[in-house]
């Protein structure tokens, strides 16, 4: 490994007032893992009956709270409005067009309440109920948390599919756990444009049998689009239901029942069924939510992901609202109406707790900090970031612009299949380290092990594996137990196997270093492609960097570095030379790139990361197989280009 890393130098120790005032205490880090979440499940959840044990674990499979009954919904809006709490906003809803349109409202947990009763009860005459699945295929409006909402009080599980998936990924997901209902709206309103959105449901659905009958459509633009006897507005749906709650009690669910099915995004294969239960899946996103963003009554929460994604489920839906917290929900994208529009929210709204990824951060890098002069960012007190490892750059700039120079960064690491965060900093106790999710949570046990199973020292990159269970654990893939176990407990007899590789510092804490397979062999050197892009972006001129490898005779692998440049700079011969020299300074002379391909951005997948399975296949010159989650999928065609020429 090498000598230096990226993330050598600063730390950050915590504010003694806010060690003072963090709802986590450190105790809680030696505490028994049965006494630790029993003690959480007792107070931060309404349990509609006790359950008799805390944990059956009998690997890989595991039951949290046996014998409890309990309802997601009824903890994230009813008992807020009878514990008095129904006038407090739940949802700062901005739209597409920013804080300053008209249509930019607030919703009570009152209000909410309210609307998630009337869809749960036009749901319920289209035979929705206990165990009838239910499909979602919309973007970041309300009636998207409210339709998620709905099915939990009703007992139905609800799958999911993110706004910006083809047709023929809603129907294929749909048509695997068996929906009978998709909900989904007329048009998509993103970055001021109409898009399809129930047409495309219509196209993937019509492609083939489907077990889908009725489309439930949320009228959004407005727009005259087709409808046929199959579909109905969700307004004239419940046009003459009522929405008094007495109407629609939240039906009492086992602590082990589906809650829901969420696919994995897909970067490195074929999206995987998770299959998410009921009380340790809430409970676990309630407590880490509650604990790691140190929240507080009067918190203003914005978690900038979509709701598609395992973020946005855990921590738009199920956390933030079971923990009574304000949140901004936001349609848009970051660019529109101005570029500005993220700095107005927090402004306008006095956002205290911004969560949000490191690709959205690298965006508003690349835009420029001048777009935060004038506006008032001094509410925010916490910030956080996930989905890939955040370079230590982006951190600092993060912590500096955003968090006016004070704000700690809980750099979360977590999956969709975990549900919930288990790596992260937490608020008041950890020193902060740019660039590493550092500590487990409690009741959480990380190892990082070699491919025999040995325990590695300090700086050694090698897997990172769980060894206790912990209550928003996956319980298996869908209806293939077989790929569940052979994907995550194989490897070990005895620890969950989560794909990434981290190294543990000289203190103790942990550095992710991206995928296992991320690890690139230079001459018998093990250097994560991580480490070589951070090293990358350090340069001034480059926005963005990804690396992968190609067979080299000589050393095994040769390094292959894919850049994107700020602004307009220009790739010339002597930027590639300055960017080998650089990353020759920063890690060694062996971490050198081979080859840099410039281009004007980088392959991403919807959920904003980077694809790395087609860089791979780019820089071995093989087929690149399927391209359908990406963006853009010219970028790549434009990489390969330059690879051949
Ligand atoms: P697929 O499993 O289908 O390939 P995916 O792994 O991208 O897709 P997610 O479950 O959304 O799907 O992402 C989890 C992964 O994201 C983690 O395994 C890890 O690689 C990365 N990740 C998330 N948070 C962090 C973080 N804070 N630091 C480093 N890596 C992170
Ligand atoms: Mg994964």
């Keep these: 490994m090498s000598e230096q890393t990226a993330t050598e130098g600063k730390t950050y120790p915590p504010d003694p007032e806010l060690s003072k005032t963090a709802n986590v205490r450190p105790e809680m880090k030696e505490q028994d893992l049965r006494e630790f979440w029993d003690e959480q499940a ?8 006790d359950y008799d044990e805390v944990l059956d674990w009998q690997l890989p499979y595991a039951k949290w709270f046996v014998g409890g009954k309990l309802n997601a919904c009824y903890n994230c809006v009813d008992r807020h409005v009878e514990g008095g709490k129904g006038d407090k906003v739940a949802l700062h809803v901005v739209p597409d067009d920013g804080p300053d349109s008209p249509e930019a409202r607030d919703i ?55 706004g910006g998936f083809s047709g023929k990924a809603v129907a294929e997901r749909c048509n695997d756990l068996e929906c009978k209902v998709l909900i989904t709206q007329d048009e998509a309103m993103r970055g001021g444009k109409a898009g399809a959105q129930k047409t495309n449901a219509d196209e993937g659905l019509d492609a083939g049998p489907t077990t889908v009958e009725k489309i439930v459509v949320v009228r959004r633009s407005g727009a005259d689009i087709p409808m046929n006897d199959r579909d109905v507005y969700l ?16 039906e009492p669910m086992d602590s082990e029942d589906l809650l829901f099915l969420l696919y994995t995004s897909g970067s490195t294969g074929k999206p995987k069924g998770v ?24 918190s203003v929460y914005w978690c900038a992901a979509d709701i598609g994604w395992i973020t946005g489920h855990s921590y738009i839906t199920y956390g933030p609202l079971a923990n009574a917290c304000t949140s901004v929900l936001f349609e848009g994208v970051p660019g529109y109406p101005g570029k500005d529009v993220w700095w ?108 025999e199973g040995n325990q590695l020292d300090v700086e050694q990159t090698g897997n990172l594996v769980l060894t206790q269970p912990w209550p928003g654990m ?10 569940f176990k052979d994907t995550y407990w194989s490897k070990y ?15 103790g804490d942990i550095q992710l270093m991206g995928r296992i397979d991320d690890v690139v062999n230079v001459s018998g050197h093990r250097l994560s492609t991580f480490e070589v892009e951070s090293a990358l972006v350090e340069h001034a001129d480059v926005a963005e960097a990804a690396v992968a490898a190609r067979k080299d005779d ?71 197989g399927d391209t359908s989650t990406l963006v853009d999928p010219s970028v790549v065609e434009e990489m390969q280009k330059q690879m051949n020429g």
């Design 275 to 298: 299959v998410h239960t009921t009380a340790g899946y809430l409970l676990g996103v309630t407590t880490t939510h509650n604990l790691v963003f140190d929240v507080k009554d009067d």
């Design 344 to 451: 107005k929210i927090i402004d306008k709204y006095g956002v205290s707790i911004l969560y949000t990824s490191p690709t959205a951060i690298k965006s508003h890098m690349k835009a420029g900090e001048q777009h935060i002069e004038g506006h008032d960012l001094s509410s925010i007190k916490i910030l956080g970031s996930v989905g890939e490892p955040i370079n230590p750059d982006v951190w600092e700039w993060y912590r500096e612009h955003v968090g006016g120079g004070t704000a700690p960064i809980m750099d979360t690491w977590w999956q969709t299949e975990t549900g919930h965060i288990l790596i992260t900093p937490l608020p008041g106790i950890t020193t902060l380290k740019p660039g590493m999710a550092q500590q487990p949570f409690p009741g959480v046990r990380p190892e990082i092990r070699d491919d």
């Design 474 to 483: 996956m319980r298996t893939l869908y209806k293939d137990d077989e790929r």
């Design 235 to 250: 307004h004239d749906l419940t046009a003459n239901v009522s929405d008094d709650p007495e109407s629609c009690p939240c």
């Design 108 to 162: 009570t947990f009152s209000e909410l309440q309210r609307e998630v009763v009337k869809m749960a009860n036009g749901l319920k005459e289209l035979g929705v109920g206990k165990g009838v699945p239910v499909g979602i295929y919309m973007q970041m409006i309300p009636e998207a948390v409210v339709a998620m909402l709905a099915c939990a009080r009703l007992g139905a599980p609800h799958t999911v599919v993110f």
């Design 493 to 507: 007899s005895d620890a969950y196997f989560a794909g990434d590789g981290a190294k543990y510092d000289a203190d």
């Design 554 to 624: 000589d050393t095994g692998q040769a390094i292959i570095a894919f850049v994107s440049l700020k602004g307009d700079k220009q790739g010339t011969e002597e930027l590639e030379q300055a960017l080998r020299e650089q990353v020759a300074q920063s890690i060694g002379k062996l971490a050198r790139p081979a080859t840099v391909i410039f281009a004007n951005d980088l392959p991403k997948t919807r959920s904003g990361k980077i694809m790395r399975r087609l860089l791979k296949n780019l820089a071995e010159g093989e087929e690149l």
């Design 42 to 49: 007792k107070q931060r959840l309404d349990w509609f009956e």
